[in-house]
């Protein structure tokens, strides 16, 4: 085989062929958004039930290598912090498992359930609730020196909505409730719709390139 040869053949299977079967999909999702046709409908909705279960494979196989680089890491030279940080992970993961196959409930059980809202729902939990605070905080440093227009619509709203959440303020202002929630249900849901369309058109976009040679998409740069 030829050196071009060999060139073409990896580019098929790196770029073309995953390149195409997400155009055929996408080209799938989208005649069923404009077209009434029942096989069309049962086709989609098939490939959704197998996209969940590709990602829960996918979550499952990136959850096994984290266990085994922390299990790996343990017979390295680490810190202290280091080793706590994989023998807590490691303990944790190991009694979620045990309790979720010895539980006659399974992931239903109390004891279960104890543990995974634990070790998952409260630190979710304090994660987003840190996040918040820091966009909250973010935009009222941006609020006392506004420049721009993105700037002054972001700190408003978010004013907005801080009192539309705050009990006492809708007690003494009524007017806030209704104009929180038309916040909420419009703007929040018309922003939310406007991104998902940029983001499928930019989708459509980068198969269109890649389908043409002029995007060389992750798994080539990766494997090149």
């Not at 069923?32 to 196989?61: Q, R």
């Not at 989708?203 to 798994?219: A, D, F, Q, S, T």
């Amino acid at each position: 085989m030829t050196i071009t040869e060999r060139i073409t053949s990896r580019r098929t299977y790196q770029r073309t062929i995953p390149i195409f079967i997400v155009a055929l999909l996408i080209g799938i999702f989208l005649a069923n958004y404009f077209f009434v046709y029942d096989p069309l409908k049962a086709i989609t909705n098939e490939l959704s039930l197998w996209g969940i279960i590709i990602t829960a494979g996918t979550l499952l196989f990136g959850n096994l290598i984290l266990v085994i680089v922390k299990a790996r890491s343990l017979t390295t030279k680490q810190t202290r912090r280091e080793r706590f940080d994989a023998v807590t992970f490691l303990s944790v993961a190991a009694l979620i498992v045990v309790l979720g196959l010895v539980d006659p409930r399974g992931i239903r059980g109390s004891s279960f359930l104890l543990v995974y809202g634990i070790t998952t729902s409260l630190l979710s939990t304090a994660l987003w609730t840190n996040a918040h605070l820091y966009y909250v905080w973010a935009v009222i440093q941006r609020l006392v020196r506004v420049r721009t227009l993105e700037v002054a619509v972001l700190a408003i709203s978010t004013l907005l909505i801080i009192f539309y959440n705050t009990p006492f303020t809708i007690v003494l202002v009524p007017q806030f409730s209704p104009l929180g929630e038309w916040i909420i249900t419009v703007v929040n849901r018309a922003v939310q719709r406007a991104t998902a369309a940029c983001l499928a058109v930019t989708g459509i976009v980068v198969v269109v390139r890649g389908l043409v040679g002029k995007e060389p998409g992750l798994i080539e740069m990766e494997m090149a």
